[in-house]
């Protein structure tokens, strides 16, 4: 019995397109929304001191040892506009890298990204010496940009209905509104893309090469029938 060659990338696109779950990315942004209700609950998401408590991000507090602001800061955000943004893009985004890098991978990119877009931040204030309050999961969310950037270079261009050039577009929209816009930490942003694309390299080449194998077992499979 014999059925025609289905390349690595066709056993790619078959996994993109079934419908799964994913979840991991729901779980982050179910608690990115608690964390916004119980900050504005307990005191205002506005409150920049409310917001210190809670474990926004300030330079000179992490430089103390204060160091897992690098974190809970990725999931506070100052007021609804804010939170709506970065949830809606994790939304979309997330769903698409959670699938296409497994749930380790996507929270590989997401969580150390994030960690790169803040310690990126922190570097820049340190070096110009000026310090502010800063939250927000959106270098995180640009994380996944770099992510999704680097897969479509190694796939041609082009995944699903995403494209390299649309892709491209949207990541320098994204920054230019940053730079346009008063109180938007951009340094973040650019050590979360950078930091996102590097840190997806490793789950895409594992990724690729399990479906290489699997491709390859399939058409000695094949052939032997």
Known sequence: MERPYDSGEDA??????????????????????????YAEATGGSDDV?????????????????EYYRLFTSMFLHFGPGHLFSNMLALFFLGDFMERYLG?????????????CGNLFSMAMELRGGDYS???????????????????????????????????????????WAGFQTAGIDVNAHL??????????????????SAHLRRNTVDSRRDGQL
């Open 133 to 175: 309050v800063s939250a927000g999961a959106s270098g995180a969310v640009f994380a996944l940009m770099g992510g999704m950037l680097v897969a479509l270079l190694m796939h041609h261009g082009k995944l699903e209905d995403l494209t390299l050039r649309r892709l491209v577009i949207y990541i320098v929209l994204s920054l």
């Open 103 to 115: 749930k380790i991978g996507f929270l590989l990119v997401y969580l150390g990204g994030g960690l």
């Open 49 to 65: 001191q409310h917001m210190i408590k809670l474990g926004a991000a300030y330079t000179p507090l992490i430089r103390q040892g």
């Open 12 to 37: 790619l696109e078959r996994i993109l397109h079934r419908k799964q779950k994913s979840w991991v990315m729901l779980v982050i942004l179910v608690i990115n929304v608690a964390v916004f209700f």
């Open 191 to 208: 050590g979360g893309l950078v930091g996102g694309a590097l840190l997806s390299v490793i789950p895409l080449l594992v990724r690729n």
